[in-house]
């Protein structure tokens, strides 16, 4: 059960002010629609709250409910909202493309497609120059699960445990948490120790968590791999940035076991880490494919696969096909989300936003014993709450109140980790200092009420 709450004494934080009012709303309620999707959409769909909220607006970095109430959404749609809700420039490309042509296919030549492809491949490094467009994250993963068995001519996947790459029946055996799981073949997929800092075994020791990829690969295969797929900052996992120097390392003995190196920047990419464009940047590695989805279309259903070449090759011997890949509205799309990350120079503020935000929150756990954990970079944070800092106890009833209590204080936070126990902190990268400034001062608000 929830502990009882105790009425804060002071009084709550006031949200920075915003100049966009949203339209009058008639469309159905709140508990119409959850009525509706009860009966009518799969069984697998959960709310985040205790009463779902009925969200019918976005501008930048907030969302509208029905009754036009504002929320700070530090969540961004799971970090997929990169430049802000509707943003003008985005919603303008869209609309003219949508006006223009909505949609066809590979078979014929069309120029938006091939100019995203273009802009997208010169923001890689490396000789990470061919693109495939598909339609979302779990897409992406396949196929590039795909490209390292058919390229290394062998099957044995490597993961790391606690990660998140999708729900397909290939990705979910890359997927290495149990929540996430259904009772299917997995298939050849070794999952290895994931290189927490914080609650794992070797703390930030990168080469006694390396270690553990030789060795799987020396007992658990026949000594050669197809590939290593990780994320640099486990996302649906709870926040967590790989103990430094780690990819490095596992890098180096996958591809000497003939596998090839994955980076899944569903989560991280685009500049949101503020220290690089890319999550793997930050660990000084260049893989050989890379997927990415979420925030390369800041809404749209987009993702796409990098690789080099090379590797791009082995499909090259049959057809491989995506109806609604990289259709022109989505690479419209996608190309703006490019244009306004560079323009807005998103990366260099998630830099300045986030290092304050980080230290905001590092002043908070002076304050409050019930944060355990404060990490990431740039705006992708993780906020860890615990009951007791020396056993790590994972604050589950705490977290769950705290997530409706800051709702009820208009912010939107993410939530997450093996024991559901992380506050996910990844808004939109229009979000300012002010806005990690209400942030803070409403969980330090909420958190005295505790
Ligand atoms: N990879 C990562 C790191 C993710 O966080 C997700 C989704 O949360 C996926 C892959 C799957 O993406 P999608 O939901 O677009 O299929």
Redesign the pocket.
Known sequence: AAPAEKVPARSPPVMPPFEHRPRPYAGWSGDEILAKRKQFLGSSVFYYYQKPLNIVEGKMQYLYDENGKRYLDCFGG??TVSCGHCHPDIVNAVVEQTKLLQHTTTIYLNQPIVEFAEALASKMPGNLKVVYFV???????ELAMLMARLYSGNLNMIALRN??????AG?IGLTGLQTWKYPIPQGEIHHVMNPDPYRGTFGSDAIAYAKEVEEQINYGTSGRVAGFIA?TF???GGAVELAPGYLKLAYDTVRKAGGVCIA?????GFGRTGSHYWGFQTQDVIPDIV?M??GIGNGL?L?AVVTTPEIANVLAQKIQFNTFGGNPVCSVGGLAVLKVLDKEKRQAHCADVGSHLVNRLKELQQKHEIIGDVRGRGLMLGVELVTDRKEKTPAKAETNLLFEKLKDLNILVGKGGLHGNVFRIKPPMCFTRDDADYLVDAMDYAMSGL
Do not use: W
């Open positions: 799971i970090v339609n979302s994250g779990t897409e992406a993963n990660a998140y790459h999708g729900g397909s990705t994320e486990q996302g649906v899944d920047e569903v989560q991280s997927t989805a979420k259903p993702g």
